[in-house]
């Protein structure tokens, strides 16, 4: 029920890092492109939640796990959060970012 936290959401394109509160990204397809199956890839991706300064005396993030490694995943496909921070790869499709509250 990620949906339930989506605040917005915007696109990232190759090369584009990406911090904040992400909810999902999810992989988008190519219009006027022959390929029927696509993929987009994310690499240098930290899994985790953002402190919350008013709730945390500490000031840190919590669970923070650096999954060092490219994930390819195809065109509707989603990865859930929550995330802290990715990178679009170069020469990906395009992702859409939800981001949460």
């Known amino acids: ?4 936290y989506i605040n917005s ?3 990232a394109s190759a090369g584009q890092s990406v911090t ?3 909810v999902k990204i999810q992989a988008l397809h190519k219009a006027n492109v022959a390929s029927t199956y696509q993929t987009a890839s ?3 991706i930290v899994y985790g939640m953002i402190a919350d300064p008013y709730v945390s005396s500490s000031g840190t993030s919590t669970n923070l796990i650096d999954a060092d490694t490219k994930l390819t995943f195809g ?3 989603c990865i859930d959060g929550p995330i802290i ?3 679009v790869s170069a020469g990906s499709n395009d992702v859409l970012v ?3 509250k």
Do not use: C, P, Q, V
């Open 9 to 11: 959401a915007h696109t």
């Open 85 to 87: 921070r990715f990178k």
């Open 98 to 100: 939800y981001t949460g």
């Open 75 to 77: 065109s509707g496909d």
């Open 20 to 22: 904040g509160s992400i």
């Open 1 to 4: 029920m990620a949906y339930l």
């Open 42 to 44: 994310i690499e240098n």
